[in-house]
């Protein structure tokens, strides 16, 4: 299949998975069907309007060879998620198979409740035999080490690291490309194939000196780069009413609205995107301008 010229603007169509854990605030559902994700930008992603409507990412080869190296995710926590874990590139390679990708993400929270907490790490002094041993045991909790958090706090996950996140938590997630999670505790729900438990990998792949990095909002206010690693830069934007400005995308740039709504402009094209719409802005100079009050997005790409 021939790869067409890509237009500056791709918007992207929402696919939205169902949870345990999940809740209503993605995607209202007459059933009552808790919606945990909304994958919002990745190689499956199906392009919503324009010339090349209904085609994926993958298929227009916009990450470059290969598969779309980015994944990223709306998640509404209504109840805690398993503590898991996820390898780094060398040990999906050992453990997944050839050209699997490790899993190293970051975490935007867009609301937390009061009390809201989540998991990072481990408890500073935990030896990795005592890890393993809670690990083996399901005593996990014992040694993990809990944060509260608050609406608008950025934390970073590197691969190896131990995590979950807990209920009162609506976030934004960007990561590798890579779905391979191991799950080390599940809250003593009922077993099943699709929540099995993956003791002995999280045994191999989980370390005691990740502790998570956690930039608080009254740090960042919610602006700027708030994330730099080896695989993604995620980027704050906050625009007052009718504020506009410029920006460039070096590669291409996922930019999702947040909160509020907002036009973004690119080679004579204008989308206007509503809280939680996603587009993919080819490379290029393009602006984005709050409509009808505030606004704040997001914005991931690769790192230069």
């Known amino acids: 299949m021939t790869t067409p010229t890509l237009p500056?603007?791709?918007?992207?169509t929402p696919q939205?998975?169902?949870?345990?854990?999940?809740?209503?605030?993605?995607?209202?559902?007459?059933?009552?069907?808790?919606?945990?994700?909304?994958?919002?930008?990745?190689?499956?992603?199906?392009?919503?309007g324009g010339p090349l409507q209904g085609r994926t990412?993958?298929?227009?080869?916009?990450?470059?060879?290969?598969?779309?190296?980015?994944?990223?995710?709306?998640?509404?926590?209504?109840?805690?998620?398993?503590v898991q874990v996820h390898p780094n590139d060398a040990q999906a390679e050992a453990m997944v198979g050839p050209g699997m990708r490790g899993k190293t993400?970051?975490?935007?929270?867009?609301?937390?409740?009061?009390?809201?907490e989540?998991?990072?790490?481990?408890?500073?002094?935990?030896?990795?035999?005592?890890l393993t041993r809670a690990i083996r045991n399901g005593t996990v909790l014992e040694v993990a080490e809990r944060w509260p958090v608050a609406t608008g706090d950025t934390v970073f996950i590197p691969a190896g690291t131990l995590h979950a996140l807990g209920p009162g938590l609506l976030l934004y997630e960007v990561q590798q490309s890579s779905d391979t999670t191991y799950r080390v505790y599940d809250w003593d729900r009922p077993a099943?194939?699709?929540?099995?438990?993956?003791?002995?990998?999280?045994v191999a792949v989980t370390r005691t000196d990740l502790h998570g990095d956690l930039r608080p909002q009254r740090q960042t206010n919610g602006q700027g780069v708030l994330v730099r690693s080896e695989y993604f830069v995620l980027e704050g934007v906050r625009l007052a009413e009718a504020e506009a400005v410029g920006r460039q995308a070096e590669g291409f740039q996922i930019v999702t609205v947040t909160a509020?709504?907002?036009?973004l402009t690119a080679g004579g094209e204008t989308q206007r995107l509503d809280t939680f719409q996603t587009i993919l802005v080819t490379a290029g100079s393009y602006s984005l301008k709050a409509v009808g009050g505030e606004a704040t997005l997001l914005a991931a790409k690769l790192p230069d």
Do not use: M, N
Request: hydrophobic letters at 40%.
């Open 57 to 82: 990412l993958d298929e227009l080869g916009v990450g470059g060879p290969g598969d779309f190296p980015l994944l990223i995710k709306l998640l509404d926590c209504a109840d805690w998620l398993s």
């Open 105 to 116: 993400e970051a975490w935007h929270l867009l609301q937390a409740a009061p009390g809201a």
């Open 260 to 263: 509020g709504r907002a036009e």
């Open 8 to 12: 500056r603007l791709l918007p992207l």
């Open 16 to 48: 939205y998975r169902e949870r345990v854990w999940g809740g209503q605030r993605l995607h209202p559902s007459t059933s009552g069907t808790p919606i945990g994700e909304a994958w919002i930008a990745y190689g499956k992603s199906v392009v919503s």
């Open 192 to 202: 099943s194939s699709g929540r099995a438990l993956h003791l002995e990998e999280s």
């Open 118 to 130: 989540l998991l990072a790490g481990v408890k500073e002094g935990v030896t990795q035999g005592q």
